[in-house]
């Protein structure tokens, strides 16, 4: 099985040599698993906009992955950039750490919250809930007000504001599950659920992106596609500036 | 008041000299209303991936707008590409034809449904629905089954087409106004509105377009903008292949 | 474009010579605004016993208006007494401000809030939100503890607790953008935007009266009347007691 | 245990000396029924415009019904006129058969579907079952196209135009339980569930006016009154025109 | 009228004979109320895991009862444990506290909240009303940290420790009416009724398993049964290890 | 890794080796997979009643494959008898195949559609949807009325019966994929999908003991367990009847 992860934004060292050894492990050791980034778009992605402009991009990335043989692809962003007009022009899977992970934390306890990173991106993440379909079972977003780019520089700061913010989703908000809502925290989710446990607090941390490659690997084993009801190949067209 | 209608589509002749003085009459005489299209995208918006391709330019067409001293921006698509973008981008309105028709038709009558252009679109229009929260207002969407470019060819089978999927959504969805689904379809509405009367239906019909027009034109003069707390100014990055 | 307003109660002075140019403005300058009030009925509307004895005349004046020759009619009352039985009885747009602002406020932002008068009604307006679909929006109504009739006492006094309950709407409810829910606050929101912004919220605030005249301008311009199946005339019958 | 039951119609043999037995068994023998109609008002109720005509004096014979000692009143009208703003004027329980019904219905089984006697009344009945809450649980609102006055004309075919339409909310809506949508269909439970069972249909059938009865007995033997939070008693200020 | 109560635990003394009192008052003194227990089952109910132990033989006694010849069966436990599985056994009303009370409780005020005994059993009372289709009339259910097997300890703590609870419900979740959120909390509603207007707090506060008997009663009464659409006869099969 | 499956009734033969071969596919070369059933329930899953009396022995089975090392359970049945329960009563994973299907499926496309055995089990299946979270994602549940023990008498006319509920699926309710209701259809997805196909629709199809597994596996690698906020130990207290 050979997977890929598109990386939507152009800044080249946001996946490091550890995370890819940990995209790997997610999928396992007979598989392949390959990372692309974008080469038009923005450096990280904490807005609608941002996600417009990585968008067309991730797109022509999803097609070349079909035809360079890839059984799925996976969208590096828990923003979705690009997910479901990915799905349109490819017939393989494609899946999104925010569509994945939410789904995954719904199974594992009466309420989830999501922790990102800035409030700008909040009510992106509501609305990404409402489409999904598991708005009842969201109990908030929160943010640590720290930019993407910002994530790596302190991980233990990072994993402490993590787990801060999410001892008030758990306490204020009603949460039973966290979601990490970034990808760029990746690898963070063991050390926020020790910190949760220092304090007394029992929960599991769903880290994203390893959710999203996890689903991809099921759904290339059970041969399944996305609805080609729901994301029909894009009718044929000009298309003018775009080499997709 | 100066109004921008942004059609986010590279066909050129989309917007007729009739269209325009419609768009004209919504604003009102003092007012001005200029049209403008974009030169990087899809020949038209049928699929999420004709939207994504059509966002980035949409963008940059409103901050354009913004910076050229324009009062409002209206996106000439009911799929309302880069609606939730652009607002971040400017501190003007932004408006778009599906979310604004969308709650017009919520306060006509007690269901309404949508009546748009192809089965590929249905999806993303209820995924609309869904973030405007008028889902439990919405009866249906349906299709005619016709493609945007082909819409202009013959207005009076495009008429009796939108009358004969009206009616179906009448009386097998509950539906008791109906909202033409593709501004394509501006001008439409009387008659549709007669189409349905000579078959015994009374029910309001809604040109989304003109529903943008005339709630751009309401929020500029209410002094009314959208949230910086659900739009706040994207961060300040590195961006890299689009000038906006 | 002739609007009546319709004041549902029997206070004579509620509407100031100030409020009447407000309401000319916001239809425009070639149109002509009239505004009437009721004879029986109660002082003010601060509960659904209040509304019950105001809407019998307010249909009264509602069919008056249509008989008259006006185009539309606006209820003014954020309650929206009479709104839907006076829907039945013409066959030219009504609006009321609740509906009218709930719907444009919903469009504005992630969540909105509504801050009106007296706990007595908050049941009241969650139920409008509930009927008119817009729950899902909605992030609280909270009062002010100001009764209809004292809100003109003091200007000043009035901004300030409307700013101080609004702050609280967005710290704890989470609201993006406010609704004032009374038209006795007819003028004020201007100066509720400016406090929120000397607090630091940059948050838009609507005025529900103007909200509805506007929707009703609009209704009258795309030529659209509220359904017919839903607001079928009423069945002939005897009527004891009223002159309607 | 002295029960008021508020006919809120003019129409003074609306309400039948069997009806009347039929009241007082619901309630049980050592208790006290009463029934008194409205003298101004609608013959019949088949719209919001008569509803708002019906309420006011509504809620004087509600008010009335304190002052001469009941324990609770009963609204005799599935539009439940009057229901809430009779609960703000008095301290006693006040049901209606619309909320009742559709709260015991949502108990026996997995929907429920209401049939009632015009189209005009439908949408009123889906916002009842908004504001009590029961929406998921509700499948259908139909009707049988006979208006109120004329339901007693010929009690065979009424049963059989119910029982007709039940099997369509059965077999095309989902519905497991039946409730009857007026309270002059009071009596005929019985015959439309063994109508129902010659058909092939196990379903129970809710008479609306005995659910409410049953829920007021049940009220005052626990001693429960509605929340006084939730129907404050009204501000006291000047009424017009009104003796209540 | 013979109704069965079904107290689904082997603890003997659970069941007081004052409590016996209170279920024949709450049934009338022409009924005949009796209680029985399980033999096989927890001692208590505070978990999915007692629940799923007590239902097997709660649905025997079910059947018991009506073999028996009683009219209607009440589950005593406010987790309804057996109550679905119980209906599709007998054609006789099976009734349970927990949607008794929570849809008589959505009749009473705008929103309710139920205060139960531990934070085990929180999700699955969320559940609960999820199930039973009022959600959006349940504000919050809380727990006051009292094993069920505590209860009867100190009546005037257990007491104090609810009016806490409520208070906290009433003033940070909104709600306005309280369910007792355990049947061996029956015979506190008075005193926690008395509590909260101690501290000026009016809200009707329901005993749930009262309201499951007057519930049961309703619908003996009614000749109501649950609908045998939902609630159809298991087919027959083999079973293993049970008498049932 | 080891995973248990537990099949929850007392039929030996309902697991054929070739399921079992599936089941080991499923998880993988390198992990251990071991099927055991219950010595005491029903020969087959078709009613609450049935699920009732499978829940005690499962969970004791759940219990016992923590003892014996097991890394994570799977439930063999689309009801999820004993999930809640067990996941209180271990620290390892649970999964179940309506859980976990129902959410995958919410991953695939707009809506979906789960076709099962009989009507009996409709009601039972919307409930889950509902406690799951997922119904704004669910189109309808469907059956095509053969039982549980007589699916495996002709795997053609099963896999036609599947197409035909599917079709109507698709075409009446709107179901863009499909979820086989019952493991006892394993094996049986790729014939539907290529039924589908061959009547030109292409939807996917999913199997829902075959998407528990896969959870159960993405649950172990991940380190993730359920939330001991949702699903704490059950207190400590006197068990009768019960071994575990």
Do not use: W
């Not at 302190?154 to 599950?177: P, T, W, Y």
């Not at 490659?213 to 609805?227: F, N, Q």
């Amino acid at each position: 099985m050979k997977i890929r992860i598109v990386t939507p934004i152009v800044t080249q060292d946001f996946v490091t040599p550890e995370n890819i050894r940990e995209y790997s492990d997610a999928v396992g050791p007979k598989h392949e698993v390959s990372v692309v980034s974008i080469e038009r778009g923005p450096a990280s992605i904490e807005s609608e906009y941002d996600e417009a402009l990585a968008t067309p991009e991730v797109i022509g990335r999803i097609r070349e992955a079909e035809q360079e043989g890839f059984d799925a692809v996976v969208i590096n962003c828990f923003g979705d950039p690009g997910l479901k007009a990915g799905r349109e022009v490819v017939n393989i899977p494609v899946t999104g750490p925010g569509e994945a992970s939410m789904h995954l934390a719904a199974t594992l306890g009466h309420r989830f919250s999501v922790v990102t990173v800035l409030d700008n991106v909040l009510p992106m993440l509501y609305d990404e809930a409402a489409v999904y379909g598991v708005e009842s079972k969201l109990a908030s977003v929160r943010s640590i007000d720290v930019p993407v780019l910002d994530l790596h520089l302190d991980l233990d700061d990072l994993a402490a504001a993590l787990v801060n913010e999410s001892v008030k989703a758990i306490e204020d908000d009603g949460a039973h599950v966290i979601v990490l809502g970034c990808t760029g925290m990746t690898g963070l989710s063991q050390a926020v659920t020790e910190g949760l446990a220092e304090q007394g607090y029992e929960a599991p941390v769903v880290d994203p992106l390893i959710a999203a490659i996890k689903l991809a690997r099921t759904l290339v084993e059970m041969d399944l596609r996305h609805s080609k009801k729901t994301y029909p190949y894009p009718p044929k067209k000009e298309i003018v500036g775009y080499n997709v």
